[in-house]
Nanobody, 124 residues
Framework: QLAESGGGLVQAGDSLNLSCAASERTFSGYPMAMGWFRQAPGKEREFVAA????????HYADSVSGRFAISRIRAKNIVYLQMNSLKSEDTAVYYCAGAVGTPIAVLKALYSYWGQGTQVTVSS
């Protein structure tokens, strides 16, 4: 119901832009707060960035603040994650997620809908 794209293999210092779109047929008329999470091998899935339903508010994990930027198409459940100055520690599977009933969500437990994930690998 959520589909990510844009992952790949890059070198440290490079940039990548991830995209995520929620199924129009399923979510049309139900704008969601959107977020990005990531999970590295052997680690818990962690919060990366979130954006409010109206797109006016954003929140970032300290580890990516200043390097990553989340954005969305207003009134659509389409969200982007621009990742700059990538580091080897950014290597992970990145997941898009959607939350209903809240203007913005940081906690993983608030997200009801998840994508399959897209692999980002940063070589040093």
């Amino acid at each position: 119901q959520l589909a990510e794209s844009g992952g790949g293999l890059v070198q440290a210092g490079d940039s990548l832009n991830l995209s995520c779109a929620a199924s129009e047929r399923t979510f049309s008329g139900y704008p969601m707060a959107m977020g990005w999470f990531r999970q590295a091998p052997g680690k818990e899935r962690e919060f990366v960035a979130a954006i409010s339903v109206d797109g006016d508010a954003t929140h970032y994990a300290d580890s990516v603040s200043g390097r990553f930027a989340i954005s969305r198409i207003r009134a659509k459940n389409i969200v982007y994650l621009q990742m700059n100055s990538l580091k080897s520690e950014d290597t992970a599977v990145y997941y898009c997620a959607g939350a209903v009933g809240t203007p913005i969500a940081v906690l993983k437990a608030l997200y009801s809908y998840w994508g399959q994930g897209t692999q980002v690998t940063v070589s040093s």
